[in-house]
């Protein structure tokens, strides 16, 4: 299994390795650099796994062809897909308007789905741990991530 170096990536993977090693299995992690551990995994085919943290994209077709394409760099098994998705692809991109391009972005959600190409196990925002002690803890203006600038541990 192929991870990233940083630290809370580091977390990430000790914890599901801890989470795999309680249900039977045995997983050894390599981490590197963001370029080094996609190198590997996405071009070279190396290891089972590849544990990585995923953002937004500012266009939902640019995620669908990441995810479903079968020459897309999240495809590394270069999977077939149904027939009609590629030209469901174009179609997405092709609309000029948003009202357009939201019914073609629908169609394309359909295939996947009626498809099954896609089976999420877990979504984890972050890992977030706390206890009594912990003060100062408080979520950003949005609520989906916490604010560690006035953090401490009450001794």
Request: no cysteine; glycine share 6%; aromatic share 10%.
């Amino acid at each position: 299994m192929y991870g990233w170096a940083d630290q809370d990536s580091v977390r990430r993977n000790e914890l599901l390795m801890e989470q795999l090693r309680k249900v039977g299995f045995r997983s050894k992690m390599t981490v590197g650099t963001v370029a080094d551990a996609a190198n590997w995994f996405l071009v070279q085919r190396k290891g089972d796994a590849f544990l990585a943290s995923g953002s937004g994209r500012p266009d939902a077709v640019t995620t669908y062809l990441q995810m479903f394409a079968a020459d897309g760099p999240n495809n590394p098994a270069r999977a077939p897909v149904p027939p009609q998705l590629p030209e469901v692809f174009k179609a997405a991109q092709q609309d000029d308007t948003m009202e357009n391009r939201r019914k073609k972005i629908a169609q394309l959600q359909r295939v996947v789905a009626e498809s099954a190409l896609f089976a999420p196990i877990h979504f984890d925002r972050q890992i977030h741990v706390s206890s009594d002690r912990v003060k100062g803890f408080r979520w950003n203006l949005l609520g989906g991530r916490p604010r560690f600038d006035d953090v401490y541990l009450q001794s």
